[in-house]
C-alpha cells in the first residue's frame, strides 16, 4: 500500500479481536513513530510500548472516551519533552499519526486516545496521572496520547468529510 491509500483507508477502530500482534509488525509500527520528524531533530518525544492486557485494561480508564483500550493488544503510549523542545507537542502528534498510518500499512487498526489537551489544566492532570503510575512514566515527561491497536474485528464505514472545496483554499483564504 502506498501512503496516499493509507491515509484514505485510515479509520479509527476501536473493536479489535483478540488475536494477537505479530511482534515484527508491532515493531515497524513503533518505528515508524520513532523515524517521524521532530522540529530542529531534538529527542523531544518518547514511546511506552504495553501489550499487557490487564495493564491496558487499566489504562482504558483514564479517560471516559477511551474504554475501547481495554480490548485492543497493544497500546503505544505517547510522551513529550517540554524540557527538550518548545515544539514537543507538535512532534508527539506528528509521530502519532506516522504510529497510525504505520498501523493501517500494517493490517492492522488503530485508534488515538487523547490524554493531554491544552484547555484544561485539571483534567490532563488526572488523565496523565494515571497513565503514568500504570506505564512508570518520569515526572518531566507529559502524556500526550495512547495510541491503542489490534486485530480489526470490524471495519467501519467511512466517514463523511465537508466538501474538499469549503476547507482548501488556495493563494487566500476564502469565505464560503
Known amino acids: 500500500m502506498n501512503v496516499h491509500k493509507a491515509i484514505e483507508n485510515r479509520r479509527k ?36 510500548v504495553i501489550t499487557d492486557t490487564e495493564v491496558l485494561k487499566e489504562m482504558s480508564e483514564a479517560t471516559p472516551f477511551m474504554k475501547w483500550l481495554a480490548g485492543s493488544q497493544a497500546g503505544i503510549v505517547v510522551t513529550g519533552r517540554p524540557d527538550v523542545s518548545k515544539y514537543w507537542l507538535q512532534d508527539a502528534l506528528i509521530a502519532s499519526g506516522f504510529l ?38 518520569p515526572i ?8 491503542g491497536l489490534g486485530q480489526v474485528d470490524e471495519n467501519p464505514k467511512p466517514k463523511d468529510h465537508l466538501p474538499f472545496e469549503e476547507m482548501v483554499h488556495y493563494v487566500k483564504f476564502k469565505d464560503s
Do not use: W
Open 140 to 147: 518531566d515527561r507529559r502524556i500526550v496520547a495512547v495510541v
Open 100 to 137: 497510525r498510518l504505520a498501523s493501517t500499512e500494517e493490517d492492522l487498526g488503530a485508534a488515538f486516545g487523547a490524554i493531554y489537551h491544552s484547555e484544561d489544566e485539571v483534567e490532563p492532570e488526572k488523565r496523565e496521572s494515571h497513565v503514568r503510575k500504570l506505564a512508570d512514566i
Open 13 to 48: 477502530i476501536t473493536s479489535f479481536s483478540s488475536q494477537k500482534i505479530d511482534p515484527e509488525k508491532l515493531d515497524r509500527i513503533v518505528k515508524s513513530g520513532y523515524m517521524a520528524p521532530a522540529g530542529n531533530n531534538l529527542p523531544s518525544r518518547e514511546f511506552v
